[in-house]
C-alpha cells in the first residue's frame, strides 16, 4: 500500500467516535414521542440515527426515502418496546457518555468520561442483560452501547464482539442493524481484518435501499488490501463517476486509490504501452494527478506528476513539472535538481543546468562531489563558458581519480590554449582508463602536442587514435598532416632558419 493514501483510508478516531456516540444518544433523544403501553414499557419508534452520517450526509435524505419505499409493503413487525425499567438503565448510561450527569452510580464529572468510569459503564451494562434489559431488542440496545463504550477505551476487538452481537439478537432494529454493518467494517478496517470488512461491507450493500459512494470506496479499500484490484478499480470508478456526473468534486482519497489502482495495473503487466503505442493507464494516472492538482493542490502531486512523465518518457513534460517546483522553492533534495539539471542538459539548455546545479551547492542541498561537479563543469563546457568549465573541472579532478573528468579538463585546457596543461591531463586521463572513448581522449591530446610542435609525439599518439574503427579517417588525416609539418620543420632548420623544437617541458 501506498503511504500517501494509507494514512487517509485510516479513520481517525475522534471521528468515528463522534458518529458512534450519535448512534447511542439517539436512543432516547430529546423530543421522542414515547408510547405508554398497557405493561407500563416505553414503546420506542425507530428514530435511530446510527451510523447514517458515517456513509455519506449527501445520501441521508435520499436513502430515508428509499428506505420508506423499502419497508412500506413489508410484512408488519411488532413493535419493539424497551420497559421502563430499562429505558432509565440505559438513559443513565447514555447521559454520563455525553458528560450530562453520572454513570447511574456514583458521581460523574462534566465532559466526556474517564477511563476508569467507562470500566465501570461496562460492569453496569453486563449486569443490565441479567435483570433489567432481559428481552431481545433491549439487548440490542446495550451492546450497541457496549460496543461504543469498547470503542472509548481504544479496545476494537472487544467493540467488534459487542456490535456483532447486537446484529445477532433476533429483535434487533433492522435499520440500526443495516447502519451496524457499516460500523463493523470500519472497525474491521482498523483492525486490519480486511476479509471481514469486506464481507461486513458487502452486507450492508445488499440491505441498503442505496449505496453511497462513501460505502463503495470504503469496500473498494478492503478489496484492494484482498488483492482484488479489478473490483476495487470498479467501485471507486463508480463512486468519483457518480459525483462527478451531479457536478461535484470527488473526495482527495478517492482519486488517490483510483491512482494507485491504475498505477499497479500497467505495472503488472510489465510494460508501459499497448499494442498501439499508447500509454494506456500511465495516461490515466496523469489524468487523474492533474484533477488532484486542480482541487487538491500539493507539491506531492507535482512530484508524481513528473515521475509518470519519466516513466512514459516524456521528458518535456517531466521538465515542465519539475521547473515548475524550482520556481515554487519546493525541490529540496540533491536528486531533484540534479534531475532537473540533466533534464535541461538533454532539451540543449546547458546554462540553465549549470545555475541549477550551483544553486543547489550554495545552498548546500547539492554536495560538491566528484559526480557533481563534472556535471557542472560538463554543462558550463556546453555552455561555452570555458573559464567556468575549467574551475569546476579542476574541482572535479581533485575530488575523483576518474579518467572521464581528467578528459574533459583536457578538452578545456585546449579550448584556452593552455597546451601543456591539456597534454598533462590527456595523459592522465589515458593513464587512468575506464574512458568511454579513449580515441577522442588520444585526439585532444595530438592535437595538444602539435600546437607545442612535438610532432613526432604527436604522430604516435594519432597512429594510436587510428586504431579506433569510427575515428580512423580522421586520425589518418592528422597522421598525415603531422608527418608532413614535421619533414617542413626539418627542411627548414637544415637550410638554417631558427625554429624552436617541441616546447613540452
Not at 478516531?13 to 403501553?37: A, E, N
Not at 470500566?119 to 428481552?135: D, V, Y
Not at 512514459?312 to 529540496?332: C, N, V
Not at 604516435?460 to 597522421?479: C, I, S
Amino acid at each position: 500500500m501506498t503511504e500517501e493514501w494509507a494514512d487517509k483510508m485510516r479513520f481517525s478516531s475522534k471521528c468515528l467516535r463522534w458518529l458512534l456516540l450519535s448512534s447511542v444518544l439517539t436512543i432516547f433523544p430529546l423530543g421522542l414521542q414515547v408510547v405508554s403501553g398497557l405493561d407500563g414499557g416505553l414503546n420506542v419508534g425507530l428514530s435511530l440515527v446510527g451510523m447514517a452520517f458515517a456513509y455519506g450526509d449527501e445520501t441521508n435524505a435520499e436513502s430515508d426515502k428509499a428506505d420508506k419505499r423499502k419497508f412500506q409493503n413489508a410484512k408488519t413487525r411488532k413493535r419493539q418496546s424497551v420497559g421502563q425499567k430499562c429505558a432509565t438503565k440505559l438513559e443513565a448510561v447514555q447521559n454520563a457518555l455525553g458528560g450530562e450527569g453520572d454513570g447511574g452510580e456514583g458521581e460523574g464529572s462534566e465532559g466526556e468520561p474517564n477511563n476508569q468510569q467507562l470500566s465501570g459503564l461496562i460492569t453496569q451494562l453486563n449486569g443490565f442483560m441479567t435483570k433489567s434489559c432481559s428481552s431481545s431488542y433491549e439487548k440490542s440496545q446495550v451492546y450497541n452501547l457496549l460496543g461504543f463504550v469498547y470503542y472509548s477505551l481504544d479496545d476494537y476487538p472487544k467493540a467488534t464482539d459487542s456490535y456483532r452481537a447486537m446484529v445477532a439478537e433476533p429483535d434487533v432494529d433492522e435499520r440500526q442493524k443495516i447502519d451496524t454493518f457499516y460500523t463493523l467494517a470500519q472497525l474491521y478496517l482498523m483492525l486490519e481484518d480486511y476479509r471481514s470488512a469486506a464481507q461486513q461491507l458487502e452486507a450492508w450493500m445488499t440491505a441498503s435501499a442505496i449505496v453511497s459512494p462513501d460505502g463503495k470506496v470504503l469496500l473498494a479499500q478492503a478489496y484492494y488490501q484482498l488483492d482484488r484490484k479489478a473490483e476495487a478499480l470498479k467501485l471507486v470508478s463508480s463512486a468519483i463517476e457518480s459525483v462527478e456526473a451531479k457536478g461535484g468534486i470527488p473526495k482527495e482519497h478517492w482519486w488517490s486509490l483510483q491512482k494507485v489502482l491504475y498505477f499497479e495495473r500497467t505495472a503488472s503487466k510489465g510494460k508501459t504501452k499497448d499494442s498501439q503505442g499508447k500509454t494506456g493507464d500511465y495516461q490515466k494516472v496523469v489524468s487523474i494527478l492533474k484533477k488532484l492538482i486542480t482541487y487538491y493542490p500539493s507539491h506531492s502531486y507535482w512530484h508524481q506528476l513528473g515521475g509518470m512523465y519519466g516513466q512514459m518518457e516524456e521528458e518535456g513534460h517531466r521538465l515542465a513539472s519539475l521547473d515548475i517546483l524550482y520556481l515554487d522553492k519546493a525541490l529540496t533534495k540533491s536528486r531533484d535538481l540534479m534531475s532537473l539539471a540533466y533534464l535541461y542538459l538533454g532539451a540543449g539548455v546547458p546554462n540553465r543546468a549549470a545555475q541549477i546545479i550551483e544553486e543547489g551547492m550554495k545552498q548546500g542541498v547539492v554536495k560538491r562531489s566528484g559526480k557533481n561537479m563534472e556535471t557542472l563543469g560538463g554543462a558550463w563546457q556546453q555552455a561555452r563558458e570555458t573559464k567556468k568549465a575549467l574551475v569546476a573541472l579542476e574541482e572535479a579532478a581533485k575530488l575523483s581519480d576518474k579518467g572521464a573528468i581528467w578528459s574533459r579538463l583536457a578538452m578545456v585546457y585546449l579550448d584556452l590554449n593552455e597546451h601543456a596543461k591539456a597534454v598533462h591531463a590527456a595523459r592522465n586521463a589515458l593513464k587512468k582508463g575506464n574512458l568511454k572513448k579513449p580515441s577522442y581522449t588520444q585526439m585532444t591530446l595530438g592535437n595538444a602536442l602539435v600546437n607545442l610542435h612535438c610532432y613526432e609525439d604527436a604522430v604516435e599518439v594519432f597512429r594510436d587514435a587510428a586504431k579506433d574503427q569510427k575515428g580512423r579517417v580522421t586520425a589518418e588525416k592528422w597522421v598525415e598532416y603531422v608527418s608532413g609539418e614535421a619533414i617542413r620543420r626539418d627542411r627548414l632548420i637544415e637550410s638554417g632558419v631558427k625554429i624552436g623544437g617541441c616546447q613540452l617541458l
